[in-house]
């Protein structure tokens, strides 16, 4: 949405939350509309970064509705785990709920499952993988 934007030479409204320190650099929509007239490359990045994005769209889309909310939530926990290098993940049932679009009670009763299982082990506030694998 936010390439969009710029290619409208509108303000986005896109928000976001990083996961880990992050550094930013922040281009105004019209001067990224004029690299993109003055520059073709840089267009051409615009684009491609586009693309890329809208290819993950897709992906959660065919996710959302093919895939059961259980494998979700797996993959959902093994991604973070694996962008944060950790076992172990500080997350609310209620923050792992609002990023798959559930409830909380849901994921709760999912995670309680998982433990049961030994692939988790549930703590206040932390979950820490044990042997997560994504279900059939």
């Known amino acids: 949405m936010t390439l969009s934007s710029c290619l409208k030479r509108e303000k ?5 939350v990083a996961q880990q320190a992050t550094e930013i650099i922040g281009i105004p929509a019209e001067q990224a509309y004029m690299l993109g007239r003055k520059y073709p490359v840089w267009f051409d990045f615009v684009l491609d970064s586009y693309a890329r ?3 993950e769209l897709l992906e959660m889309v065919d996710e959302i509705g093919f895939s059961s909310l259980d494998r979700r939530l797996a993959k959902y926990l093994l991604e973070k785990s694996t962008l944060l290098n950790t076992t172990v993940l500080h997350l609310s049932h209620q923050e792992i709920a609002e990023d798959l679009g559930t409830a909380r009670a ?3 009763r999912l ?4 433990e049961r ?10 979950i820490r993988i044990l042997a997560l694998v994504l279900p059939e």
């Open 53 to 55: 994005r809208f290819e």
């Open 111 to 114: 995670l309680k499952q998982m």
């Open 117 to 126: 299982k030994g692939m988790v082990r549930l703590q206040r506030g932390r």
């Open 106 to 108: 849901v994921i709760s």
């Open 12 to 16: 986005s409204r896109v928000k976001a």
